[in-house]
């Protein structure tokens, strides 16, 4: 279990902006992910929590000891921190074989022990064969195993990750995917990963941190924060949503109903909770939950009529962008069925409406 | 005629033991300054540039006041050696670390600055001491670049010329360096003598810059 309260805050710089970090969070056995844009100080958490850099307040507990506690003075070195650290690059040294980059990490211990560990690990991670080659002889994914392999010998308390998948083809990164997998399942130690990528939050996250400007903006699991975004920012950041302003033009609890007025147009959606009449909102819907068909006759409810601007194809999917910016996401055999369409409505289901 | 090899032999027993002394104290000097941040970094820096853009005269001139034998400095060699310090080889060996030493911690410092951070993050995270980081770390990684500063500082020992002459002379078979020899050489219409110490001297340099230009990896 680790738990952080941080705070730091960069003054403005000839090439920088300013910026500060304020975030309290915790986290369990499992994969935490840290999601967010570039500049959203994900990697500069994982910094503070291994140490290489010092928060300006706060206070960082792993399991029951103190790393880091302003207020008591307390700042452990890297050294004794006790956390595994799997960098964007692997950092893996480059003067010495796989082999030596596990030794030196376990280093600390006895002789014999330490033999039998690496070796251990090396077979474990699949890496025998390549053991006695340095890092630049090896596959990209020898190099990411022995980077994994190298940051679990120690039998760390946590384990950060700082975009690992980043810049891998798909093939490795399934299977990183998979290695990760197989290292959740050993270790019962929480593990902070950061990334960008929203397949990789869901991929691999059981929990999940969205910071932007370095503030904590939600937390859940992976699909509670994309079934609802806490504002319209984090829609945004997950960057795969109809947003489109409205207002609520009457509720009622009772019937869990509500009526959205929405440009010349009404829709009827779920009730609301926390909103009032007359709000001013913006409705967010995902594209794969609207539906486009063809226009015969009067629209139904729910049914606005539409002009198609432009089709984008995608692998599993055709991606409709209609005029006002409202996309719809139709599977392949779905379309088949509309696409010579001339005349367009989109229906917006009454259960997929979230407002915002 | 006969020539005397002496200057010659003297010239690289002065630089090799300036270079070690320089390599010792220099490395430790790169890696404050490449590591450490603290009030007055860039002025100890530009301190230790300094011998560079000095005139020879006024170098001599901080020694002699330095390390003469009635300063606290001189005495203090004296009395642990029991000889004084001005005007023995060894003087020489102190005018030359004036240069080599600027030398190597310019060039180290720029080596080990060099080597990604992140690598040493990495060693750190592991458990690393500062210690084990830099010897297993940092400098095999800068391997290359430091041994060329080595290289630069010996060659740079080599020729010293005026500081050496002011503290330590120029007393033939004692303090009388390669570089000295030759003005002397060519003063006294020897210029045999002149001319065989400075094709040897120069051919010398040549070889050792060629070897620290082999070493850096930009060169190579």
Redesign the interface.
């Known amino acids: 279990m680790i738990s952080a309260r941080l705070r730091k805050t960069f003054p403005t710089r000839p090439d920088s902006a300013p910026f500060s970090l304020e975030l309290e969070f915790q986290a369990a056995a499992g994969v935490t992910v840290l999601f967010g844009p570039s500049g959203s100080g994900k990697t500069l958490t994982l910094d503070l929590i291994?140490?290489?850099m010092r928060a300006d307040e706060g206070r960082i507990l792993l399991d029951d000891e103190i790393l880091f506690d302003r207020a008591a003075g307390v700042h452990l070195?890297?050294?004794a921190?006790n956390?595994?650290?799997v960098?964007?690059?692997y950092?893996?040294?480059?003067?010495m074989t796989l082999r030596q980059n596990l030794e030196?990490?376990a280093?600390?211990r006895p002789r014999l022990e330490r033999h039998r560990r690496v070796n251990e690990m090396l077979e474990k991670f699949r890496l025998v064969d390549a053991a006695g080659r340095r890092p630049h002889e090896v596959s990209g994914g020898q190099r990411q195993r022995c980077s994994i392999a190298?940051?679990l010998i120690?039998e760390p308390k946590l384990l950060l990750f700082d975009e690992p998948a980043q810049g891998l083809d798909a093939p490795l990164r399934a299977e990183f995917y998979e290695v990760l997998r197989q290292v959740r399942a050993d270790f019962e130690t929480p593990m902070l990963l950061v990334t960008h990528d929203l397949d990789e939050c869901f991929e691999l996250g059981e929990e999940m941190l969205v910071l932007r400007h370095g503030r904590l903006v939600q937390n859940g699991t992976p699909a509670a924060i994309f079934e609802q975004p806490a504002n319209v920012d984090v829609a945004r950041l997950l960057g795969i949503f109809n947003l489109i302003p409205a207002e609520i033009r009457s509720l009622d609890p009772g019937r869990n109903t509500s009526k959205v007025q929405m440009g010349e147009h009404e829709l009827d959606g779920p009730y609301f909770p926390g909103h009032l009449k007359g709000d001013r909102v913006t409705v967010c819907v995902r594209p794969e939950r609207l539906t486009a068909l063809a226009r015969n006759g009067k629209p139904g409810v729910n049914q606005i009529p539409a002009q198609l601007e432009r089709t984008i194809e995608r692998p599993q999917w055709m991606r409709l962008e209609f005029a006002g910016g409202i996309a719809v996401d139709l599977t392949r055999p779905d379309y088949e069925r509309v696409r010579d369409t001339k005349d367009w409505m989109i229906e917006f289901p009454r259960e997929s409406l979230r407002v915002l | 005629m006969q020539i005397d090899w002496f200057p010659l032999w003297l010239s690289l027993r002065v630089a090799f033991v300036s270079t070690a002394v320089a390599f010792v104290v220099g490395l430790w000097l790169a890696y404050i300054l490449a590591n450490r941040e603290f009030h007055g970094k860039e002025v100890l820096d530009a301190a230790i540039t300094l011998p560079l853009v000095l005139p020879p005269t006024v170098l001599g001139y901080y020694l002699l006041v330095l390390l003469a034998g009635n300063s606290p400095l001189g005495k203090l060699w004296e009395n642990i050696f029991g000889s004084p310090l001005v005007f023995t080889w060894k003087a020489a060996v102190v005018a030359a670390l004036l240069h080599s030493l600027p030398l190597l911690v310019k060039s180290a410092r720029a080596a080990l600055e060099s080597v990604?951070r992140?690598?040493e993050?990495?060693?750190?995270?592991?458990?690393?001491?500062e210690w084990?980081l830099f010897w297993?770390?940092t400098l095999?990684?800068a391997r290359r670049s430091v041994l060329a500063a080595v290289a630069l500082a010996f060659a740079r020992s080599l020729g010293d010329f005026g500081v050496t002459l002011m503290v330590a002379g120029n007393i033939p078979g004692r303090t009388q360096t390669a570089a000295v020899a030759i003005y002397d050489a060519y003063e006294a219409g020897n210029t045999m003598v002149a001319r065989t110490l400075v094709l040897v001297i120069s051919a010398i340099a040549l070889l050792i810059l060629t070897l620290a230009n082999r070493l850096n990896p930009r060169g190579a």
């Open positions: 291994a140490g290489f070195a890297p050294q921190r956390c595994g650290y960098f964007q690059n950092a893996l040294f480059p003067h030196f990490a280093e600390r190298r940051a120690g | 990604d992140s690598l993050r990495a060693a750190r995270n592991l458990g690393a001491s084990r297993r770390v095999p990684l």
